[in-house]
Each structure stands twice: as structure tokens, then as C-alpha cells.
T-cell receptor, first 111, second 111 residues
């Protein structure tokens, strides 16, 4: 089975721009979660989607948004980028059980 | 609110030695996870511990869970250089659909 894929893998953006990251879960997995990883704040939960519904959202400003499509693929969007948004963004998919499988991540650099 | 604390945050050890990483959590967690992360890479699932007294072993790594003490440990036996990585513990609750992470333990194993 193919693993979780994330695109793009690397991205450089300028402050004020917006960015969209994509995540394709493992086939059959209906839950997709997003996490931000930075050296200062560590791993922080962004949001979780199941069957196109957001079930939980972390403590991030409204500039961070996401969605899930009917095929379980998910996107997250960050608008009005700030330098502090530079991070590794990790997507994880999960079957109906609890275990989460992580993708390779998208490394976003904001200049 | 679930909080997860790991210690130590940094550990440098010699090959062949044994050591333990500790993970304390603040309130009831339905599950306790251990992940490994190599530099610049994603998260690899090591163990999922579901109940009090659970013990799981894979090679030189053994994880255990004491729900009464709210403590999980990751024990490394006869360390080898290939185990150098950052190790994270995380907890979750069924109602929240998110992982709450410890800060990570950076493990360096010297020949």
C-alpha cells in the first residue's frame, strides 16, 4: 500500500503571500490530521478531518484553514504568511482505529 | 487538558549502554504513543500502548505504560549508533482526535 503523500515537499514563499499544501492519505483512510513542527514550539496540532468534516481544530489563527475532499484528500491553506509560519507541516492519515501514519512533510520557508 | 512532558530532552550516550526516556502526562490519556524522527525526516511510529501495564518491545527498544503513575518509559538496551534520532511521546483522547506531543528527546549514540 502506498503511504501518505504530501505535495509539495519544499516551498519558499514571501511574507504576505498565501500557500496551499496537499495531502493524500493511505487508501481507505478517512481521517486526516495536520501538524506544524517548529524548533521553538515543537509539534502542534492544526486540525483533523473525517469524511469531509472538521472534527477538531488546534489553537491557530484563522489564517490557517483546511478542507477534505470526498476522496479523503486534504488541503491546508495559510493566508497572509508570516515569518513565524516557517515550519515542517506534517499530515497524518488514520483508518477508523487510532493509529496515525505520517507523510514526509512539507517544509515551508517564509522570507 | 492533557499535557505531555518528556525527559531528558537531550541524551548523549555510548554504544553498548542502557538508558531510559521518561514520558509523564497530566491527565487521562486513552493511548500513549512513541515515535522516532530522523533529522529532516517525518515521524515513524514505534509503539502504541493501550492499557495499564502494557509493554511492547522491538529490537533494542522497549516501551511500557503505567496509567496510575501517568508515566510511560522507552528503554534502550545496548544502544547502537543507528538508534540516534529524536524520540517523541504523545497522548490522545478519543474525544479530541488529536495527538498531544512531548517536546522530544534528542538521542545521540557515540561509537
Amino acid at each position: 500500500k502506498a503511504g501518505v503523500t504530501q505535495t509539495p515537499r519544499y516551498l519558499i514563499k514571501t511574507r504576505g503571500q498565501q500557500v496551499t499544501l496537499s495531502c493524500s492519505p493511505i487508501s481507505g483512510h478517512r481521517s486526516v490530521s495536520w501538524y506544524q513542527q517548529t524548533p521553538g514550539q515543537g509539534l502542534q496540532f492544526l486540525f483533523e478531518y473525517f469524511s469531509e468534516t472538521q472534527r477538531n481544530k488546534g489553537n491557530f489563527p484563522g489564517r490557517f484553514s483546511g478542507r477534505q475532499f470526498s476522496n479523503s484528500r486534504s488541503e491546508m491553506n495559510v493566508s497572509t504568511l508570516e515569518l513565524g509560519d516557517s515550519a515542517l507541516y506534517l499530515c497524518a492519515s488514520s483508518p477508523l482505529t487510532y493509529e496515525q501514519y505520517f507523510g514526509p512533510g512539507t517544509r515551508l520557508t517564509v522570507t | 487538558e492533557l499535557k505531555v512532558e518528556q525527559n531528558p530532552l537531550f541524551l548523549s550516550m555510548q554504544e553498548g549502554k542502557n538508558y531510559t526516556i521518561y514520558c509523564n502526562y497530566s491527565t487521562t490519556s486513552d493511548r500513549l504513543y512513541w515515535y522516532r524522527q530522523d533529522p529532516g525526516k517525518s515521524l515513524e511510529s514505534l509503539f502504541v500502548l493501550l492499557s495499564n501495564g502494557a509493554v511492547k518491545q522491538e529490537g533494542r527498544l522497549m516501551a511500557s505504560l503505567d496509567t496510575k503513575a501517568r508515566l510511560s518509559t522507552l528503554h534502550i538496551t545496548a544502544a547502537v549508533h543507528d538508534l540516534s534520532a529524536t524520540y517523541f511521546c504523545a497522548g490522545d483522547m478519543d474525544s479530541n482526535y488529536q495527538l498531544i506531543w512531548g517536546a522530544g528527546t534528542k538521542l545521540i549514540i557515540k561509537p
